[in-house]
């Protein structure tokens, strides 16, 4: 199985700053299978980017993947309030499809 | 656009079962593989199960195969997870969520808030 390393661990950022987070493959992912989720505590994760760089429909342009075969990029342009959040990547290229252990992103 | 809501969790003493239901609405889920998630408490997300379409495959994550068995009704919209032999690591929120195909590997478009399964003594 694919493992997906995330890092850093933890992001402390202040709003209005830009976001990086990495998500780095244990082999390359076929085809740049790669899906990032965003996951409010109590809340239904919700698709972001898929295909390593395609933003799912009605999600704001600030958010950006790209990145291929084993290092991928999750960028936040500008944060908003609401992107204090943990984020997950998933690589569907390989079954079983697998989740790195995800980044949180926190108010600094 | 579809909504999933999910239900049946609960409390439960390890090694007895429980069955879990995912309910869809908005949008016809037949024609899409299903998949159960779960979250364990202070965790990330582990995937665990898949149905195809129209039922006739299923795969499981290993920590699982042989004690889960997912099943799905397309005349009501809705999936299950039978859960049996349950252990204190099955501890853990239970979500589900639609492949962007009809098979089971591909991204997961649309989840649910997920049902808290807690088993313990």
């Known amino acids: 199985e694919i493992v997906l390393t995330q890092s850093p661990g933890t992001l402390s950022l202040s709003p209005g700053e830009r976001a990086t987070l990495s998500c780095r493959a244990s082999?390359?992912?076929?085809?740049?299978?790669l899906a990032w989720y965003q996951h409010r505590p109590g809340q239904a994760p919700r698709l972001l980017i898929y295909?390593?760089?395609s933003r799912a429909a009605g999600i704001p342009d600030r958010f950006s993947g790209s990145g291929s075969g084993t290092d991928f990029t999750l960028t936040i342009s500008r944060l908003e309030p609401e992107d204090f959040v943990v984020y997950y990547c998933?690589?569907?290229?390989?079954?079983?499809?697998?989740f790195g252990q995800g980044t949180k992103v926190e108010i600094k | 656009q579809v909504q999933l809501v999910e239900s049946g969790g609960g409390v439960v003493q390890p090694g007895r079962s429980l069955r879990l239901s995912c309910a869809a609405s908005?949008?016809?889920?037949?024609?899409?593989?299903m998949h159960w998630v779960r979250q364990a408490p202070g965790k990330g997300l582990e995937w665990v199960a898949v149905i195809y379409y129209d039922g006739r495959n299923q795969f499981y994550a290993d920590s699982v195969k042989g004690r889960f068995t997912i099943s799905r009704d397309n005349s009501k919209n809705t999936v299950y997870l039978q859960m049996d032999s349950l252990r204190a690591e099955d501890t853990a929120v239970y979500y589900c969520?639609?492949?962007?195909?009809?098979?089971?590997?591909?991204?997961?478009?649309?989840w649910g808030q997920g049902t808290l399964v807690t088993v313990s003594s």
């Open positions: 082999q390359s992912v076929s085809s740049n299978y």
């Open positions: 295909g390593a760089s």
């Open positions: 969520a639609t492949d962007h195909g009809a098979g089971g590997w591909n991204y997961f478009e649309h």
């Open positions: 908005g949008s016809r889920i037949s024609g899409y593989g």
């Open positions: 998933q690589q569907y290229g390989r079954s079983p499809g697998t």
